[in-house]
């Protein structure tokens, strides 16, 4: 019955070409198919530096550069903040001067993502981090915390730069041009676009049927990925606490080596040699702990925060699918002698429609956009713990010749 009603898909003027998007095949497996390379590389770093080739391949056809840097510390009587400096370069024609540095704290970013969400939540809006990037951080303002909020602040910032809709935005447009950003937070515009305020609005009361297949299968993709990514996090968490632990420990079982050297004779050299090659592994394990904390873990939760928004979005679509369905329904019950489809039911499909078309480009660059930063992520740990293994070895091999046996003196 209900198949009797439907118009021909339609999204106007919005997001991405349905024609298009209906012939992309999504991929939904977490490996990204690429051949692995089982020879030893000559240096570590080559690795990474096969990467960055990769990266900067289409820096060329780009028109729109942000970079966020220059943390500041401000200190007022009511409170006390950080502010980072927000650079553009364009040559795009809607941007009034081909540069602009202007300074931003968090809430402001956090303001940018909810303008966002209201005004495009058919995309999927990437994550801004943590309010604290570690449960239980007292120094918000140690120079570790805001080099990593820096980072992922800069991130966020780029990956709406390269998303073709969301970098268009006007509210993304205030935030990189407005010096005085706190005047546009006064004016509100309190309401939502009519996309944003419709889906805003559909409550419970629409109850959807059920998913169609491409996108239960994205939900179930989503679940599954958010669990093994939590999983790897805490057992990371873990290993890094323990590595912690274990340095504590280095740090004190080297002095003992020299301590007991200065009490020997003959003993003495290779015992300092034993005490210098300890320190050697404690400074190198020192920097693998500081990687793990400040390049892995960042991502995975980066990643982790991705999944719920794009379940966010998820979630929206089906109450927009709900709502068409009831609305179809209804029109179905009421006909009589097959009536015209009425106006609100065909722009209801078109949210759909819209719905549909906009979350699977969306997943496709997201999907696309993992299987970079995964992969730079795991060859950059490769390449960091390949480093460390042979600081450890050299630091070993050093006190060998110390401690073979010499040839007796006549």
């Not at 993502?113 to 449960?135: A, C, D, M, Y």
């Not at 993304?172 to 509100?188: H, I, P, R, S």
């Not at 998820?314 to 006909?335: C, F, G, M, S, T």
Request: glycine share 4%.
């Amino acid at each position: 019955m209900l198949e009797d009603f439907r118009v021909l898909p339609r999204c106007p003027g919005k997001g991405w070409p349905l024609e298009v998007l209906k012939q992309t095949n999504l991929d939904l497996s977490l490996p990204n198919g690429t051949p692995v390379d089982t020879s030893s590389p000559a240096s570590s770093s080559s690795l990474l530096n096969r990467l960055q080739l990769d990266d900067d391949l289409d820096v060329e056809t780009r028109d729109l550069f942000v970079t966020v840097d220059d943390p500041k510390k401000h200190v007022c009587t009511m409170e006390t903040y950080i502010t980072y400096r927000v650079t553009t370069k364009t040559t795009r024609a809607e941007f009034d001067l081909p540069e602009y540095s202007v300074r931003r704290r968090y809430q402001d970013f956090d303001w940018l993502r909810s303008k966002l969400e209201e005004s495009q939540p058919t995309h999927l809006i990437p994550p801004l981090p943590e309010k604290f990037v570690v449960k239980g951080v007292v120094d918000r303002f140690s120079e570790e915390f805001v080099e990593t909020r820096r980072k992922a602040l800069d991130k966020f910032l780029k990956r709406i730069t390269d998303h073709p809709v969301l970098s268009f935005n006007e509210h993304f447009n205030v935030f990189l041009t407005a010096k005085d950003l706190n005047a546009y937070k006064k004016q509100g515009m309190a309401l939502l676009s009519k996309m944003g305020e419709s889906v805003k609005y559909v409550t419970g009361g629409y109850k959807l049927r059920s998913r169609p297949l491409e996108f239960a299968a994205i939900g179930d993709y989503l679940d599954t990925f958010s669990l093994k990514l939590g999983t790897i996090d805490r057992i990371a968490q873990r290993i890094i606490k323990e590595q912690l632990e274990y340095l504590v420990e280095l740090r004190e079982y080297g002095p003992v080596y020299s301590t007991w050297g200065g009490l020997e004779g003959e003993l003495s050299e290779p015992l300092e040699g034993v005490s210098a090659c300890i320190g050697n592994c404690c400074t190198a394990l020192e920097e693998l702990s500081e990687d793990m904390t400040e390049d892995f873990l960042p991502v995975l939760r980066e990643y982790i925060l991705y999944a719920e928004s794009m379940k966010n979005v998820l979630k929206k679509r089906d109450q927009v699918q709900a709502e068409y369905e009831a609305k179809l329904e209804a029109v179905a019950l009421k006909r009589e002698d097959r009536p015209k489809v009425p106006t609100d039911v065909e722009k209801c499909q078109d949210r759909v429609e819209c719905f549909n078309a906009d979350l699977k480009a969306d997943m496709e660059r997201w999907q696309n956009n993992k299987r970079q930063d995964f992969r730079q992520l795991l060859m950059g740990m490769a390449d960091k713990n390949i480093q460390y293994y042979e600081k450890c070895l050299t630091a070993w091999e050093s006190i060998i010749p110390l401690l073979q046996d010499k040839p007796e003196t006549k």
